[in-house]
C-alpha cells in the first residue's frame, strides 16, 4: 500500500514499475472514476520514453504508443457495452502481443481477463490522497510486483 498526495507522485510511483514491464505483461487498473488511473498510465508511458501526450481513451477504448523502450497499450473498458466486443476492438490479440497492456475497468469483464495480471486499484482516502494497492494473479505478476515493490521501496 502506498499513499501519494499528489497527481506528480502517483505518475511518480507509476513510473518505477516501467523498468520491469516486458511484452505480454498486463496490468489492470481498478478504481472510480476520477481515481487516478490515467495519471497512472502517464507515469508509466512518460517513463518508457513517450514523448506525446497520453490521453484517456475512453472514447477510443485503445490507444496505444509505440515509440518509447517498450510498446504501450491503453485500454479504457469503461464505455464498452459488451464482452463480445472486445474480440472485435482487438483486445485479445493486443494483450498477447508485443508490449504491455494497462486496462482501466477490466473487472467489469472478468471473464476476458488472461489467467495471470497485475491489479493496481487505486482509491481516495478522506483527504483525497490516493492508496495505491497491487495484487498479483500468476507466477509472472507476482514477480513484477516483488521488484516493483522493491524498487518503490513500499509493500503495495
Ligand atoms: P481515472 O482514469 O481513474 O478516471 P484520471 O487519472 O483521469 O482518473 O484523473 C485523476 C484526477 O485526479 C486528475 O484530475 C488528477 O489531477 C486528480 N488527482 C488529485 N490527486 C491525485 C493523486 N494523488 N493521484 C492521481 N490523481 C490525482
Ligand atoms: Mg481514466
Known amino acids: 500500500m502506498r ?7 502517483t505518475k511518480q510511483l507509476a513510473g518505477t514499475l516501467a523498468p520491469y514491464l516486458r511484452a505480454g505483461d498486463v496490468i489492470v487498473l481498478s478504481g472510480d472514476l476520477g481515481a ?9 508511458a ?4 513517450v514523448r506525446g501526450p497520453v490521453t484517456s ?14 510498446p504501450l497499450h491503453h485500454f ?7 464482452a463480445d466486443e472486445l474480440e472485435d476492438i482487438g483486445f485479445y490479440d493486443t494483450l498477447d502481443a508485443d508490449g504491455a497492456s494497462f ?7 472478468p471473464d476476458a481477463l488472461p489467467y495471470g495480471y497485475l491489479e493496481v486499484r487505486i ?3 478522506a483527504e483525497g490522497n490516493r492508496v495505491v494497492r497491487a495484487h498479483a494473479f500468476g507466477d509472472r505478476a507476482r514477480c ?9 521501496k513500499s509493500r503495495l
Not at 36 to 44: E, L, N, R, W
Open 3 to 9: 499513499k501519494t498526495t499528489s497527481p506528480e507522485a
Open 36 to 44: 487516478g488511473k490515467t495519471q497512472f498510465v502517464q507515469g508509466v
Open 46 to 49: 512518460a517513463a518508457l520514453g
Open 57 to 70: 481513451p475512453t472514447f477510443n477504448i485503445l490507444l496505444s504508443y509505440l515509440e518509447g523502450s517498450l
Open 76 to 82: 479504457d473498458l469503461y464505455r464498452l457495452d459488451d
Open 103 to 109: 486496462v482501466e475497468w477490466g473487472e467489469r469483464f
Open 123 to 125: 482509491t481516495v482516502d
Open 144 to 152: 513484477l510486483l516483488t521488484v516493483w515493490a522493491k524498487d518503490s
